[in-house]
């Protein structure tokens, strides 16, 4: 149990399909990431919020949307996917806000692996 | 560009032997570096975190090693279990909390 719990942990979804995946940290942290895993390839980083600002957008597509409606919870709202996005989405959470100092330790959810048919 | 690179990509090795990960890494300016350990189907977890002046590290059976000079780091685990059946991230902190890189992981596979 690492304090982040993300929903669901499984989600197949047609192209068509609007979805959204859920993030909840329990350790007080500030600043909440969306993380996105292929096989073989690096933890890609997807969004950042620090203090329920949006503070990081790595050219991620439209079809993925987040929100963050206070410290505790995070979203990632799915829309017109398209196949070559399934993979696993990975919520972590940290200390520190803009002005905070970063250790680095990120704690992560369990992963939501989504297939898109 | 800031880049980490793991070797091997994968490992089998048999359980009670040793073995070694390798993580080199071109970040600048280097901040710290972190292994995870991420279990088949569950998020990463924080094994230890290495900054500049350190050069060895240890957590249990896990030992981590740090050369800032070649921008290198290893993990070494100790009489393998079963349960160190994972994969294993190298992570490389630049400035600021978001300015984390990954390395791709070695997946390393415990057999009896």
């Known amino acids: 149990e690492t304090g982040v719990t993300q929903t669901p942990r499984h989600l197949v979804m047609g192209m068509t399909n609007k979805k959204s995946l859920k993030c909840e940290q329990h350790?007080?942290?500030?600043?909440m990431y969306w993380y996105k895993q292929s096989a073989k390839k690096p933890l890609e980083l997807m969004f950042v919020?620090?203090?329920?600002?949006?503070?990081e957008n790595n050219s991620v597509p439209s079809r993925f949307s987040p929100e963050c409606p206070n410290s505790s919870h995070l979203f990632l709202h799915l829309h017109t996917l398209q196949p070559e996005d399934s993979a696993l989405y990975l919520c972590?959470?940290?200390?520190?806000?803009?002005?905070?100092?970063?250790?680095?330790?990120?704690?992560f959810g369990e992963g939501s692996r989504l297939t898109v048919l | 560009k800031n880049q980490v690179e793991q070797s091997p990509q994968s490992l089998i090795i048999l359980e009670g032997k040793n073995c070694t990960l390798q993580?080199?890494?071109?970040?600048?300016?280097?901040?710290?570096l972190r292994w995870y350990k991420q279990d088949t189907g569950r998020g990463p977890v924080s094994l230890t975190i290495?900054?500049?002046?350190?050069n060895t590290k240890s957590n249990g059976r896990y030992t981590a090693t740090l050369d800032a000079d070649t921008k290198q780091s290893s993990l070494h685990i100790t009489a393998s279990q079963l349960s160190d059946s994972a994969s294993y991230i190298c992570?490389?902190?630049?400035?600021?909390?978001?300015?984390?890189?990954f390395g791709a992981g070695t997946r390393l596979a415990v057999h009896p």
């Open positions: 972590a959470s940290s200390r520190g806000g803009t002005s905070g100092v970063n250790t680095g330790e990120l704690f």
């Open positions: 350790l007080g942290h500030n600043a």
């Open positions: 919020y620090s203090l329920e600002e949006r503070v």
């Open positions: 993580c080199n890494y071109t970040v600048s300016p280097f901040s710290n």
């Open positions: 290495m900054t500049f002046s350190e």
């Open positions: 992570v490389v902190s630049a400035s600021g909390y978001n300015k984390l890189i």
